[in-house]
C-alpha cells in the first residue's frame, strides 16, 4: 500500500507542484497504474497524474463505505450538518490555489473556475441548512385508528460519477445531499479533470470518518464498475446521454436507484416581442460561449423572428468577434480550449460537414497567442446562419464553441422546432413581453425555461434542475436532490385493519 502525499518535485523550469489524482479508500492511498494529466491550453505541460481505478478498486471502496455507514447513517441530521459544516470550512480555506489548477486541467478562464471550486463549499453549506427537512419524522396521519408517520431514510452506499466539465461543482451536487442524508460514497472523478476534485475531496475525507467518502478516478471501467456494484444502492450520474443508458443498464442488476443527469441541445427563442438590443445580445453571446460551449445548459441552438434575425444575426456575429480565445489563466482571454482531443477533433468534423451541407460558416474572435495556438486544443467561436433545421449542428449536442442561428414565422412553428429533440434539459425565451414569454416556456419539453437569461448561474443551487426526454432522469438541486437520496419510509402504529377480517379462524 502507498502512502504517498503530494510533494514537490523539481522540473526543468523548477520547482513544482506534483498533483495526483489518487484511488482514496478510507483515508489510505492505494496503488493504481496512472496517466499523465495535460493542459489543454499548453499540450506539452503535464499538469499531474490520474490513477486508473479498476474494478478491485471499486470494490475496496464500496466495502470502507459499507463499513463506515452504520455509524454516519445513525448519526442525528443535525450532528451530520455540523459535520459538513466544519468541512466546508476546511474544503473553503484550501479552495483558493485551486482555481488555478483547475483551469490549467480542464482549459476554462479563471472566474469560470472559481465559480467551479467555489461550488463545493457552497452547496455543502446550502444542503446543512436543510437538516430540518430530515430530522423528524412527518405525522401523516393520527386519529381514533392510530398513528402513521413517514420518515426520509438513507440508501446506503451511494457513488457520484462526474464529468470533466464542471467537476467541482457537479459532483458537490450529489455528495452534499447525499452526505447529509447519511449515505457515504465513492465519487469517480473524470480522468480528463480530476486533480482539482480529487484535491477538495481529500480535504472533505480528512475532515469525516474515516471510510465515509471514498475516491476512484480514473475512465469507464471504474465508472461501469460503480454502476454495476451490487453493494451500492444509489447512483448520481452527470455525463452524457450514451453513458447514461450504459449506467441504466448496469444499475438493473440490483436495481439501484438513479439520478441522471444528461446531455442537453438547449433552445434560445427570441421571439416577435422581444427588443434586439446589446443587452440582449451580450447575454446571448454568455448563454453560448461560457466554457467555450461546454456546459450542459449553455445555449446549443438559437431561433429568431423571423422580423428581427437580420438585425440579430448582424448584431451577434459583431459581439461574438470581440472574443478573445487563449490560455485560460491569462485575464485578456474571454474564452478557453476545449478541454481533449476527441471534443476537439469532433467539433472541427462537426464544422467541416456543417460547411459541406451548404451553411454558412462565420469563423469570429481573435487569436490571443498565435504563436502558441497549435499547443492547445484552441477553436475560434462560430455563428453558423443558412442551416436547415434538421441538420446535424441542430439536432446533436455539439458541446463547443459553435452555434446555429435560424429564423422562424410563428410561436407554434418554433415551439415545434424547439421540441423536436431527443433532448430536454433547459431552453430560455427573450421577450419584453411577460405573459407572451411564459406562455410559450409552458409547451417546450424543457426542465428549466429561463425567461431573458440563460447562463451558468441562471440555475442556482435551491432550484429543482433536470431534464426531460433523453437529458435525464430525476430533479437534482434543492430539496429534489435530498429526496432522491433517500427511502421514504412508512411507519404505522395501531392502525386499524378491522375492515379487512382475514381468513376465518
Ligand atoms: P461522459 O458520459 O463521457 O462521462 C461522464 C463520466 O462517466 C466520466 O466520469 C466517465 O469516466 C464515466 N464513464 C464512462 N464510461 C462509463 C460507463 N460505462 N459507466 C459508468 N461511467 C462511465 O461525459 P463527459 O464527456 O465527461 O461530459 C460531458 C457530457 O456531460 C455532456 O453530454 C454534458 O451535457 C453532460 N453533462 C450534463 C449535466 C447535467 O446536469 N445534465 C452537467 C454536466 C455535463
Known amino acids: 500500500m502507498e502512502q504517498s502525499p503530494s510533494t514537490a518535485v523539481l522540473t526543468a523550469a523548477g520547482v513544482a507542484d506534483a498533483h495526483e489524482s489518487a484511488v482514496l479508500v478510507a483515508g489510505e492511498r492505494l496503488d493504481a497504474d496512472s496517466q499523465p494529466v495535460v493542459n489543454p491550453a499548453r499540450l506539452h505541460e503535464v499538469v499531474g497524474r490520474v490513477a486508473l481505478g479498476t474494478a478491485a478498486h471499486v470494490d475496496r471502496a464500496v466495502t470502507a463505505a459499507a463499513a463506515a455507514f452504520p455509524a454516519w447513517s445513525r448519526m442525528s441530521p443535525h450532528e451530520r450538518a455540523d459535520r459538513l459544516s466544519a468541512a466546508a470550512d476546511a474544503v473553503s480555506a484550501a479552495a483558493g490555489p485551486l ?13 469560470e473556475s472559481r465559480v467551479d471550486v467555489g461550488g463545493a463549499a457552497h452547496i455543502l453549506r446550502y444542503y446543512t441548512g436543510l437538516a430540518d427537512r430530515l430530522a423528524e419524522d412527518e405525522v401523516f396521519r393520527s386519529d381514533a385508528r392510530g398513528t402513521v408517520w413517514s420518515g426520509r431514510r438513507p440508501m446506503g452506499v451511494t457513488g457520484v460519477i462526474v464529468p470533466w466539465n464542471s467537476p467541482v461543482y457537479l459532483a458537490f451536487l450529489g455528495i452534499s445531499p447525499a452526505l447529509l442524508a447519511g449515505n457515504t460514497l465513492v465519487v469517480k472523478p473524470s480522468e480528463l479533470a480530476p486533480l482539482t476534485l480529487s484535491a477538495v475531496l481529500t480535504v472533505l475525507a480528512e475532515n469525516l470518518p474515516e471510510g465515509v467518502v471514498n475516491v476512484v478516478p480514473g475512465g469507464g471501467e471504474a465508472g461501469a464498475a460503480i454502476a454495476e456494484h451490487h453493494g451500492i444502492r444509489k447512483v ?22 438513479l439520478s441522471l443527469e444528461l446531455g442537453g441541445n438547449d ?13 440582449l445580445v451580450d447575454e446571448l453571446v454568455q448563454s453560448v460561449f461560457t466554457a467555450s460551449g461546454q456546459i450542459c445548459f449553455n445555449v446549443k441552438r438559437i431561433y429568431v423572428h423571423r422580423s428581427h434575425h437580420a438585425d440579430f444575426v448582424e448584431r451577434y456575429t459583431a459581439a461574438v468577434d470581440r472574443l478573445v480565445v487563449g490560455d485560460g489563466l491569462d485575464p485578456r482571454s474571454s474564452m478557453g480550449p476545449v478541454n481533449n482531443r476527441p471534443q476537439f477533433e469532433r467539433i472541427q468534423g462537426l464544422l467541416e460537414r456543417t460547411r459541406a ?7 469570429l474572435g481573435s487569436k490571443l497567442d498565435p504563436d502558441g495556438w497549435d499547443d492547445g486544443y484552441f477553436l475560434l467561436p462560430s455563428v453558423v446562419t443558412d442551416v436547415a433545421p ?47 414569454a411564459l406562455g410559450v416556456a409552458r409547451r417546450l419539453e424543457s426542465g428549466s425555461v429561463f425567461l431573458n437569461v440563460h447562463r451558468i448561474g441562471a440555475s442556482d443551487v435551491s432550484m429543482p434542475f433536470g431534464g426531460f426526454k433523453g437529458s435525464g432522469i430525476g430533479r437534482g438541486h434543492g430539496i429534489n436532490a435530498l429526496e432522491a437520496c433517500t427511502e421514504l419510509q412508512t411507519i404505522a402504529d395501531h392502525v386499524d385493519v378491522s375492515g379487512f377480517p382475514g381468513p376465518a379462524r
Not at 433552445?267 to 443587452?279: H, K
Not at 452555434?403 to 422546432?417: A, N, Y
Open 99 to 111: 482555481a488555478e489548477l483547475l483551469t490549467r486541467e480542464q482549459g476554462k478562464v479563471l472566474w
Open 236 to 257: 448520481f450520474f452527470t455525463g452524457s446521454t450514451a453513458t447514461g443508458q450504459q449506467v441504466m443498464r448496469a444499475a438493473a442488476g440490483n436495481l439501484k436507484n
Open 267 to 279: 433552445p434560445a427563442i427570441v421571439l416577435e416581442s422581444a427588443t434586439v438590443d446589446d443587452g
Open 357 to 363: 451541407a451548404g451553411a454558412t460558416v462565420t469563423t
Open 390 to 436: 434538421g441538420a446535424e449542428l441542430v439536432t446533436c449536442e455539439q458541446f463547443g464553441p459553435v452555434v446555429p442561428v435560424l429564423p422562424f414565422d410563428s410561436d407554434d412553428e418554433v415551439v415545434g422546432l424547439a421540441n423536436d429533440s431527443e433532448f430536454g434539459l433547459a431552453a430560455s425565451v427573450w421577450s419584453r413581453d411577460r405573459e407572451h
